[in-house]
């Protein structure tokens, strides 16, 4: 069975830091990557996703994550945080066979101050 | 268009009372899974329907939950005889369901809580 793991239960920055949210996962095999985020008060949303190819994936608002095979991690980044980016950002993973269910790691809550 | 909607957003309930739990799905959306969120267990996989059919009920969590999907559309979970560790939110997702990967899209919750 595949577990995910994410390392900071609580990150605070400033705004304009950098990001940086550990993500690993544990399954031999194949797996699709995904990084959700959950707003304030909102559902959750996909942020980004990876299945194959370019190890880099770009995101919405300005997230990219990426695909280190050997380490079985999906970190994700953003270079320069805001406000708005105070949320609770969850990583996830599935196997590519069939509609299989996605399992979550227990989130990480991002805090950014000004 | 219309997301994934969930009713009631809200529920409370007495230990030992049954609900149920409403998810409407994406329009043409054949995939359905509900999870559950709790403190300090983050998101837990419940069960997923494929069309009416449930493949993977692997994540129910004891004999009192039961689910199930009529006209390939809205689902019900259920819960006979709540217990206060019911207490969450239940999470549903649809996904197109016709290849592998395909984004799951979340409705907004019910929040269920068992006095």
């Known amino acids: 069975a595949q577990s995910v793991s994410q390392h900071n239960h609580h990150v605070i920055l400033s705004e304009a830091a950098s990001l940086e949210l550990g993500c690993n996962y544990s399954?031999?095999?194949?797996?699709?990557l995904f990084w959700y985020v959950q707003y304030p008060g909102q559902h959750l949303q996909l942020l980004l996703k990876?299945?194959?190819?370019?190890?880099l994936v770009k995101g919405i608002k300005g997230f990219e994550a990426v695909f280190i095979k050997s380490k079985f991690s999906f970190n994700l980044r953003k270079p320069s945080v805001q406000w708005s980016d105070t949320a609770e950002y969850f990583c996830?993973?599935?196997?590519?066979?069939?509609?299989?269910?996605?399992?979550f790691g227990k989130g990480t809550r991002l805090s950014v101050i000004a | 268009g219309a997301g994934v909607s969930q009713s009631p957003s809200n529920k409370v309930t007495e230990k030992g009372k049954d609900v149920e739990l409403r998810c409407d799905p994406i329009s043409g959306h054949t995939a359905l899974y509900w999870y559950r969120q709790s403190l300090g267990q983050g998101l837990e996989f419940l069960i997923y329907f494929q069309g009416n059919s449930a493949p993977d009920k692997s994540g129910l969590p004891s004999d009192r939950f039961s689910a199930e999907r009529t006209g390939g559309s809205v689902s019900t979970l259920t819960i006979q005889r709540t217990q206060q560790e019911d207490s969450a939110v239940y999470l549903c997702?649809?996904?197109?369901?016709?290849?592998?990967?395909?984004?799951?899209?979340f409705g907004p919750g019910t929040r269920l809580t068992v006095l």
């Open positions: 997702a649809s996904s197109l369901g016709d290849r592998t990967g395909h984004e799951q899209f």
């Open positions: 399954y031999g095999g194949t797996v699709n």
């Open positions: 990876y299945f194959s190819g370019d190890p």
């Open positions: 996830a993973v599935n196997i590519p066979s069939g509609n299989t269910p996605l399992v």
